[in-house]
C-alpha cells in the first residue's frame, strides 16, 4: 500500500491520495475504493447526478438509504442520506486539493 496523503475527511469518508501513483482513495467505513485520477473524475460525476429521495430505498431497520449498484451485480454500497452528502462533499472537496497541491508543486 502506498504511502498517501490525506485530501479530505468528511464525516466517515476520507480521502486520500499518493503522490507517487497517483491513485486516489476513498475510505468509507468498511469500504475502500481506489481509482486513477480519470476514473475518479468519473466516478465523482455519477454519483453527483445521483438524487438520494430518487435512488433510495426502506432498510429493515427503517432507514431509508440509497444503493449504489456496481458493475457486479451482487455488490451494492449503501449509504444513508448524511453519508451520501458527506461521500459526495468529500469527493468535490478533495478535487479541490488535488487542484491546489498541483499548483504549488507538491
Known amino acids: 500500500m502506498c504511502e498517501t496523503k490525506i ?10 491520495h499518493c503522490p507517487e501513483c497517483g491513485m486516489l482513495n476513498i475510505w468509507h467505513q468498511n469500504l475502500l475504493l481506489c481509482f486513477t485520477p480519470s476514473q475518479f473524475i468519473s466516478f465523482q460525476r455519477f454519483t453527483n ?8 430505498f426502506p432498510f429493515p431497520d427503517g432507514s431509508e438509504r440509497l444503493v449504489l449498484c ?3 451485480r451482487d455488490i451494492n454500497f449503501v449509504f444513508t442520506e448524511e453519508e451520501w452528502v458527506d461521500f459526495n462533499a468529500a469527493m468535490i472537496e478533495s478535487l479541490y486539493m488535488l487542484e491546489v497541491y498541483s499548483l504549488v508543486g507538491e
Open 7 to 16: 485530501l479530505t475527511q468528511k464525516g466517515p469518508t476520507v480521502i486520500s
Open 49 to 56: 447526478d445521483m438524487d438520494f429521495d430518487d435512488r433510495c
Open 70 to 72: 456496481t458493475p457486479n
